[in-house]
C-alpha cells in the first residue's frame, strides 16, 4: 500500500544552519505530496505542498521538490532559526485530489542558540 | 488557531471503560478526519466524515465508532479500552472531499484528545 518514509530524529542544529528532512514515498498512480509541522502544544498545519511532478512547494523559507523519478520530496531550509523547533511530517493525498492523508512518523527538530 | 476544537482536551480512564471524543471542525468545512498518533504507529487515519455520511475508513479497529451529525460536528466513540489505545486523538477538517470542488489538500488540524487508558 502507500506509504511514506522520512528520517527520523531527532535532529538538532544551531540557529542559522542548513537543514534537510529526507522523505521518499511509495504510492501507486499519482499522489499529492505534503509537508506538515507540529509545534508543541498544537495541532498539524500545512507548510507546503505539491500536486504534481517537479513541482516545488515553498513558505517560510522552507522548499521542497516533487521528485517522480526518486520518489522523494525532501524538506530543506536554508538557514534555521530557534522559532523553526517542532515535528515535520511529511504525508501524501492516496490518489489524485485526496484529503486522505498517509502520514510519516515524523522528524523532531530542535534549534539551538 | 485553526478553527477546529476538540474536547476535552486530556482522560484519563481505565481498561474496559468506554468515551466519547468531540471535535468541532471549522465554519463551513464539510469533512471531518480522525486520526490517532501513537508514539510506535505515527499518525493513522482512522475514518473520515462527509456531510453526515462515511465516507472513507482506514485502520479503525472495531472496538472505535464514529458518527457527524447534522450540525456537522463529530463524535470519536472508543469502547473496551485497552492500555494500548493510549494516544493522542486529532481531528481534522476540509472544505471538501474527493471529487468535489476545486483541490487544496489542506487539512485543518485539532489540538488532539491525550487518551490515557490505566
Known amino acids: 500500500g502507500d506509504s511514506v518514509t522520512q528520517m527520523e530524529g531527532p535532529v538538532t542544529l544551531s540557529e542559522e544552519a542548513f537543514l534537510t528532512i529526507n522523505c521518499t514515498y511509495t504510492a501507486t498512480g499519482y499522489p499529492s505530496l505534503f509537508w506538515y509541522v507540529q509545534y508543541p502544544g498544537e495541532g498539524l498545519q500545512l507548510l507546503l505542498k505539491a500536486t504534481k511532478a517537479d513541482d516545488k512547494g515553498s513558505n517560510k523559507g522552507f522548499e521542497a521538490t516533487y521528485r517522480k523519478e526518486t520518489t522523494s520530496f525532501h524538506l530543506e531550509k536554508g538557514s534555521v532559526q530557534v522559532s523553526d523547533s517542532a515535528v515535520y511530517f511529511c504525508a501524501l493525498g492516496v490518489g489524485a485530489g485526496s484529503y486522505q492523508l498517509t502520514f510519516g512518523k515524523g522528524t523532531k527538530l530542535s534549534v539551538i542558540p | 488557531d485553526s478553527g477546529v476544537t476538540q474536547t476535552p482536551k486530556h482522560l484519563i480512564t481505565a481498561t474496559g471503560q468506554r468515551v466519547t471524543l468531540r471535535c468541532s471542525p471549522r465554519s463551513g468545512d464539510l469533512s471531518v478526519y480522525w486520526y490517532q498518533q501513537s508514539l510506535d504507529q505515527g499518525l493513522q487515519f482512522l475514518i473520515q466524515y462527509y456531510n453526515g455520511e462515511e465516507r472513507a475508513k482506514g485502520n479503525i479497529l472495531e472496538r472505535f465508532s464514529a458518527q457527524q451529525f447534522p450540525d456537522l460536528h463529530s463524535e470519536l466513540n472508543l469502547s473496551s479500552l485497552e492500555l494500548g489505545d493510549s494516544a493522542l486523538y486529532f481531528c481534522?477538517?476540509?472544505?471538501?472531499?474527493?471529487?468535489?470542488?476545486?483541490?487544496?489538500?489542506?487539512?485543518?488540524f485539532g489540538e488532539g484528545s491525550r487518551l490515557t487508558v490505566l
Open positions: 481534522a477538517s476540509s472544505v471538501g472531499t474527493s471529487g468535489t470542488g476545486s483541490y487544496t489538500g489542506e487539512l485543518f
